[in-house]
């Protein structure tokens, strides 16, 4: 460093420099170098993150590798010498499998309960049954077992209903996912949802970003281009049915040659099957405000609509019981 007028430079303590380490001390001896990596957290404040990854790992992988971290914790990652390698292995396959078997076993206790009466003619596909077991497995909540149970059924009566795509995609869906989702399958004609306007789901709490977050993880499409084109089910004039969850919505028009074109917001395979399965388990309920803008949309194009309770199905597209079908008109806006 340059100087004016033979001034030196103030006195301080040497600091170091990027490039080098700090010049050693007076005495000669080298300063302490700082660890590696990150230091290690100290005190209380730790307590709640280890608890939490404590409990998480004891529960998928056994109390043998929770005491392996805590004793990592306590020499600070210096475990030389460690020779129960091994038996470690052993102890968490053993903990993976039990809690597995035991998680299968729920779900076959559950299916029993529900297996149906009369099966449909066919083979079972044992890739589906192995498929099936494996991502099945390692779910243990209450809520999702229902819904693998309720899949295995369905499966049984008919094989070939349940693909195996479902199967592989339902372990990515998390509980709150699964809450979006039952919200707008209350609004489901088998594959589809009759796309109304957007302040609607959002008084449902459907907000555009849920619907985006359905779309990618694969159970909708929102394409604003998608359309169902409805044909008469009879000659004398038109007539077809929307099915809901426990209504049935009768639609009419006294041309014969009327055509019934909806927009609509499509469930994809995965996701029809998913609605199917929480209607089977009894989730879904019509939702009367939804049913009635349909019928306000409906009225619009000159359709007439009648309404009548499904008091039950031979399956998801077929009723074989109902209420007589009353007329229902909405009021215009």
Known sequence: MSTLGGDQPPAGPHMGTQAG???????????ARPPLGLPKPA???????????????????????????????????DLAGDDGFASRISERLDHVESRRQRNI???????????????????????????FFTHAADTADPEFARLWARLLVQEVRRPGAV?????????????????????????????FVVRLEPSFFEGKDLTSD???????????????????????????????????????????????????????????????????????????????DYIIEVVRLLQRQGFHTA??????????????RHSPFCDIVALGR
């Open 43 to 77: 005190g209380p404040s730790t307590a709640p993150a280890l608890a939490r990854l404590n409990e998480m790992v004891v529960a998928a992988l056994g109390a043998a590798q929770r005491d392996w971290v805590r004793g990592l914790q306590l020499h600070r990652g």
């Open 163 to 191: 693909p195996c795509g479902v199967l592989v995609r339902l372990p990515s869906l998390s509980k709150t996912i699964l809450a979006v989702f039952r919200r707008l399958s209350a609004f489901a004609v088998n594959n």
């Open 210 to 288: 849920d619907m985006l977050l359905l779309e990618e993880y694969g159970l909708i499409r929102t394409n604003r281009d998608l359309n169902r084109v409805f044909q008469s089910q009879r000659e004398d004039r038109f007539s077809t049915n929307l099915l809901y969850a426990d209504k049935a919505l009768r639609i009419t028009h006294d041309h014969p040659d009327k055509q019934l074109v909806l927009s609509c917001i499509r469930l994809t395979e995965f996701g029809t099957t998913l609605c199917r399965a929480l209607l089977e388990e009894g989730e879904l309920r019509s939702d009367t």
């Open 307 to 320: 309404q009548a309770d499904i008091l039950e199905r031979a399956d998801e597209q077929v009723v074989s």
């Open 105 to 131: 076993e729920a779900i076959l206790q559950r299916a029993l309960r529900i297996l149906p009466d009369e099966v449909v003619d066919g083979a079972p596909d044992q890739d589906w049954a192995a498929t």
């Open 21 to 31: 380490p700090s010049a050693p001390d007076p005495d000669g001896t080298e300063p």
